[in-house]
């Protein structure tokens, strides 16, 4: 297993509230790459990747005013290229490195466009790339990365289930991933939905997502994020662990730099407009059915 010790003992001490970026992501990361190993680099594909999946998205959905994000695997042309030959050859030809989860959601697009001249179900299509995507993050054959994965999907899992109680909308059709706690919140109406003796963290999780205030609730889960890192990487100061969990750090406060209350509560806003017209007629079955 490689050590870091010079690149870790040269890093300078950041936290959650700094007001300036000692580095962006973008930096980081490319100072890190030559330093790494070429199995760390696959570990640290898997963070890397959730940026390429956005620059895929965005190209399908031909949004053209959506700025292509550097902080991805693959390059704007090559991405093209890629598309260009699923959609002719319905597969990727041997020479390029493309994760199976990227071939899989790419295929159902365009099978799926067959059916929609214009895809109608945006946030259904980021559903379907993050579901695929967690699949095959949490088995990354690094414990650390494999466990944050898991983690991150189980907190987005639990905030969605809860939006969609609140806002009277079938969780079954939000909720991502085919993990135990995915299968809980889609099969229960408990009010912690059976969760919070199963894994540790979730008590804290149900209590943030009580908080009306979107910017704190999301600020406490960050917290909790935070405090997650530190926890795993006690032991492991020099190790890849702890590398990625910096990196980890630096997209926490990077996001919040760019960031203002009323931006994240319009954000929030949309995504729930977005959601009741999606489902629309599955919500007027539910009516129908609880009335």
Known sequence: MSKYYYLISGLPAISL???????????????IDPMLSVWDKKIVRWFFLKFDNQNLLAHLHYERGRDFDERGIFAEETLREICG???????????????AYFEAFIRDYYAGLEELPVP?????????????????AVKCRNKFMSSWFEMNLNINNVMTAINCRNHGLEKERFIIGDNEVARQLRLSNARDFNITDSVGYMAEVMQISEEKDLRIREKRIDVLRWNWLE???????????????????????????????????ETFRNLVHTMKNESAETLGKFKENNR
């Open 231 to 265: 926890e795993h990487t006690l032991f492991r100061f020099f190790d890849i662990e702890s590398v990625i969990a910096y990196l980890l750090r630096l997209e926490m406060i990077e996001r919040w730099l760019t960031l203002d209350k009323a931006s994240g509560g």
């Open 85 to 99: 030959l699923m959609k002719t050859e319905n597969r990727i030809p041997p020479g390029y490195y493309v994760p």
């Open 17 to 31: 509230e700094d007001t300036k970026l000692i580095y962006s992501v973008a930096d980081f990361k490319a100072e």
């Open 120 to 136: 109608e179900e945006h946030v259904l299509w980021e559903d379907r790339m993050s579901s695929l995507y967690y699949n095959e």
